[in-house]
């Protein structure tokens, strides 16, 4: 059995800025149009919490099965290093994705939000689907593209929506921005693995591109946010908070541009995550406070 440390590092809490921020961000452009509500800004992030940590556990439990962690290069895979039986991480997986479920099923019956039922079925498809299934599409290079819709529009306008019943500009501007800040997350992850995912066959998007492709395309999701940052910033200074993030994606950027590979690598994620949390932070505080 796998010691609790081997579970939480498996469960890569690095990646849980993913489900904060887009609640963060939504939360705070409900408060911008006076309709923030904070039970159901709870269950949001309850929700999202539990996605997050459940397709962590459904990755390691399809990857592993594969074979794909067998020679990986990052954190501890729990079913690739042999620590935990596959069903065991299946089962958590499953249990985490119930969570969800509950607490989905609850947003809607408490807010009268009936849509919210198949949009939440939509995106536990979508946790399961990207390594799990016959034809998981996180093996055909598209990833990043369902990262940016489901932690960007769909949790950032979702959680607005949700509380004030309404989309403002300043919520689509902070869900395209999350929604890049999360993609670049999964960006950092697939540059340092396109070694290993090219001898298991794993078609990301990094590995289609090539490695100085997939720099370039990292620092754009990177800097694209906080040139949204600034035209939000027009109509609420405040928003302008979001540049304290700044300082990380620097040195996550400096790391990514001279060409770091391998383990040099793992601490661009974790400045991401980061950079990605205080961004959503300042941003949220932001539309708060204006």
Known sequence: MPTVAQWVEGARLRTLPNAVAPVVVGSGAAVAVDGFNGL???????????????????????????????????????????????????????????????????????????????VGAICIAAA???????????????????????????????????????????????????????ASVLVSNNLRDIPSDRETGKRTLAVLLGDRDTRGLYTALVVVPFLLTTLVGFRQPWALLGFLAAPLVFFSLRRVLRGDTGMQLIPVLKDTALAMLVWSLGTGIGLTLG
């Open 40 to 118: 159901q800004a709870g269950l949001c992030l309850l929700v999202a919490l539990s996605l997050v940590i459940g397709v962590n556990f459904a990755n390691d439990y399809s990857d592993g099965i594969r074979g794909t962690d067998d020679n990986r290069v990052g954190p501890l895979r729990l079913v690739g290093s042999g620590a935990a039986e596959p069903k065991t991480v299946l089962r958590a997986a499953l249990v985490c994705f119930g969570l969800a479920a509950v607490t989905g099923l609850t947003i809607a019956v408490t807010s009268g939000n009936w849509w919210f039922i198949p």
């Open 128 to 182: 399961w689907f990207y390594t799990g299934g016959k034809r998981p599409y996180g093996y055909a290079a598209m990833g990043e593209i369902a990262v940016f819709v489901f932690f960007g529009p769909v949790a950032v306008l979702g959680t607005l929506y949700i509380q004030a019943g309404e989309i403002s500009g300043a919520g689509i501007g902070g869900a395209v921005g999350a929604g890049l800040f999360s």
